[in-house]
């Protein structure tokens, strides 16, 4: 077993996010991190360590906030840099589920844009 898949097997067992391949939902080796219901400072440490792993992979990466009920200020830039950062390095990240609560966050601070939230007009 390589480094890198034991990297996303430790990865999976993060409490702020999972990571899962090859989810039904999205392309086939299409990496998906799914993110807790409750995304909070306590566990950002964890979500970013997810989220570092994926930044420079070239297949689309996956968030999945469907199940998000809530989210704090730390959650929220950390998805702020890390779409940012994959943006600038022409990699795309797709969302997939809705969160009223993730969409109600990117409206108060001000980064619908960035996020790249589907259904928000620019």
């Given at each position: 077993?390589?480094t890198?898949?034991?990297?996303?097997?430790?990865?999976?067992?993060a409490?702020?996010?999972?990571?899962v391949?090859?989810?039904?939902?999205?392309?086939?080796?299409?990496?998906?991190?799914?993110?807790?219901?409750?995304?909070?400072?306590?566990?950002?440490?964890?979500l970013?360590?997810?989220?570092?792993?994926?930044?420079d992979?070239?297949?689309?990466?996956?968030?999945?906030?469907?199940?998000?009920?809530?989210?704090d200020?730390?959650?929220?830039?950390?998805?702020?840099?890390?779409?940012?950062?994959?943006?600038?390095?022409d990699?795309?990240?797709?969302?997939?589920?809705?969160?009223l609560?993730?969409?109600?966050?990117?409206?108060l601070?001000?980064?619908?844009?960035?996020?790249?939230?589907?259904?928000?007009?620019?």
């Open positions: 077993m390589s890198k898949k034991l990297k996303r097997k430790r990865a999976a067992t409490v702020a996010a999972v990571v391949e090859d989810a039904k939902a999205t392309a086939p080796s299409q990496p998906t991190i799914v993110l807790a219901s409750n995304c909070n400072v306590k566990d950002a440490g964890e970013k360590q997810s989220l570092c792993y994926y930044l992979d070239g297949a689309p990466v996956a968030l999945d906030v469907g199940k998000v009920e809530r989210v200020t730390s959650t929220m830039q950390l998805l702020c840099a890390f779409v940012r950062d994959r943006t600038a390095r990699r795309k990240v797709e969302w997939i589920g809705d969160s609560v993730i969409r109600d966050a990117a409206r601070l001000g980064v619908e844009d960035l996020l790249c939230l589907p259904g928000v007009s620019s």
